[in-house]
């Protein structure tokens, strides 16, 4: 099993910033990929961002140029800094990890709040 600690996230204005992070414990082994996929009220969850352990990355087409994935693998965390937010980037934010973007493990979720 592969157990993920969220940290981070919070309320800020339009245009701010914030940053998440997410440490995994367990069996790492199992682990190529980490990220994040967001729930916006009344809505479906949905892939933010994804590094692999290679360093490779997926962003959504709507966080491109905003949002920057990083990882570190020693620490086994995987970072999410969110620059020029807007209220449509308000949801919950997961961590998630597994061994491709369709993630096994999932964090228990973190709330952003961007206000206008």
């Known amino acids: 099993q592969v157990q993920l600690v969220e940290s981070g996230g919070g309320f800020v204005q339009a245009g701010g910033s914030l940053r998440l992070s997410c440490a995994a414990s367990?069996?790492?082994?199992?682990?190529?990929?980490m990220g994040w996929y967001r729930q916006a009220p009344g809505k479906q969850r949905e892939l933010v961002a994804a590094i692999t352990r290679g360093g490779s990355t997926n962003y959504a087409d709507y966080v491109k140029g905003r949002f920057t994935i990083s990882r570190d693998n020693a620490k086994h965390t995987v970072y999410l800094q969110m620059n020029s937010l807007r209220p449509e980037d308000t949801g919950v934010y997961y961590c998630?990890?597994?061994?491709?973007?369709?993630?096994?493990?999932w964090g228990q979720g973190t709330q952003v709040t961007v206000s206008s």
């Open positions: 367990g069996t790492i082994f199992r682990i190529n990929s």
């Open positions: 998630g990890s597994g061994w491709t973007y369709e993630f096994d493990y």
